[in-house]
């Protein structure tokens, strides 16, 4: 408790009202809070600038459309999760192969679920790990799988840096493997994340045909060996289509290939 810094103890207080008050006046917020004016004043300005509150024309605060934002964010993100879980215990039973279930955060990606290999091998991939869009496969193919708007501008910011072995650092090659998995519907990685380490991805979509997620297979490079990647290819690229028409998604082309 004593860790806590006072100030944001006492704007999550403040912040905490709303989910019993629709809108507050300042005066029932130093009622209801019990914190002086002069902080609550403060703290009031402060939330507000950061979107957290919103001044409404009769002078009341309101939850701020950030916390609109957020939570579209996590409820989309636990829906995903909930959604994909039972194709994704299916698609591993049949590999053995660590599966993973990956969304964008920005301009990385990050873990949001996954199940271990069967084999005798750790895979550094835990809930909650971050990678960059550019690299390992289940990352890359959100990024190829945006808008190409978007894409661009990532393409432009983005510094590429080696991570392992088999990292892509050149820009116009990651712009043709790109354009080769849209045109593909999927993407295989060799050593971008760790060495040794292979992976093969597939985009999943929402109704309205945006990716959403990216799913992917992982293992021992040894195992993704061109000739044996096409049976990995159909599993993954039709538990992606199952997972997509979840949620909504119609156009199995952008899937299939």
């Not at 009202?17 to 300005?45: A, D, Q």
């Not at 957290?52 to 995903?80: C, P, T």
């Not at 835990?126 to 190409?148: D, E, K, M, N």
């Not at 392992?164 to 043709?176: F, N, Q, V």
């Amino acid at each position: 408790m004593q860790s806590k810094n006072k100030t944001t103890v006492r704007s999550m207080d403040i912040l905490k009202l709303f989910l019993t008050h629709t809108k507050l006046s300042f005066n029932e917020i130093v009622h209801f809070s019990g914190i002086p004016k002069t902080s609550v004043h403060r703290m009031v300005m402060s939330l507000e600038e950061m979107g957290l509150l919103q001044k409404e024309s009769d002078g009341k605060y309101s939850l701020g459309l950030l916390f609109l934002h957020f939570g579209h964010l996590v409820a989309e993100r636990f829906d995903i999760r909930q959604v994909a879980l039972p194709t994704m215990q299916k698609l591993h039973d049949e590999v053995g192969e660590a599966v993973n279930l990956i969304v964008q955060d920005g301009k990385e990606a990050i873990y949001i679920e996954k199940l271990d290999t069967k084999q005798r091998v750790r895979l550094n991939t835990a809930i909650g790990r971050r990678t960059p869009l550019y690299a390992g496969a289940c990352s890359r193919v959100i990024l190829a799988f945006q808008p190409h708007d978007e894409r661009e501008q990532y393409l432009e910011q983005i510094e590429l840096k080696s991570i392992a072995s088999g990292t892509i650092t050149d820009k116009e090659r990651l712009r043709i493997l790109l354009e080769e998995s849209q045109k593909m519907g999927y993407t295989v990685s060799h050593s971008e994340l760790e060495n040794y380490i292979s992976a093969v991805a597939a985009p999943i979509f929402n109704d309205k045909g945006y990716i959403i997620a990216g799913i992917s297979v992982a293992g021992l490079e040894v195992n993704y060996q061109k000739e044996l990647l096409p049976p990995l290819v159909e599993k993954i690229k039709s538990a992606a289509l199952e997972i997509s028409q979840k949620f909504g998604y119609t156009d199995k082309h952008l899937c299939l290939g």
